[in-house]
């Protein structure tokens, strides 16, 4: 998908360095698209991320930012023989075989999951 004006997305906040406040995700309306995000590693645009402007809803007020980067996160599959695999994904998010959730990074945007 592509980000357009006025879509809903997800922002994920920074939390703080002491853990008063921890990372989470907060809806935020796209306000504009800058273009694809440059990968200095490679010298050209990445395909897979996109810089846009936010006005992120936080329950203290709004924030506006111009330049958030798309971060979609792959989880870590773990044990591919894990007798707990059906368990994944759910509240509790912790497996013995090594499969670790999707962690997007604090500072970016990624689509809302799909429910």
Request: contains cysteine.
């Amino acid at each position: 998908m592509k980000p357009t004006v006025g879509r809903i997305v997800h922002y994920v906040s920074y939390g703080t360095p002491g853990g008063e406040y921890t990372s989470q995700c907060r809806a935020a309306v796209v306000t504009e698209v800058n273009g694809p995000a440059f990968n200095p590693a490679t010298g050209r645009d990445a395909e897979d991320s996109t810089v846009v402007g936010l006005c992120v809803l936080n329950p203290e007020g709004m924030f506006f930012n111009r330049s958030v980067l798309q971060s979609e996160p792959a989880e870590t599959p773990g044990d591919p023989n894990c007798p707990d695999r059906a368990e994944h994904g759910k509240i509790f998010r912790y497996c013995a075989c090594g499969w670790l959730p999707a962690t997007p990074r604090g500072g970016t945007w990624h689509w809302p999951e799909r429910e």
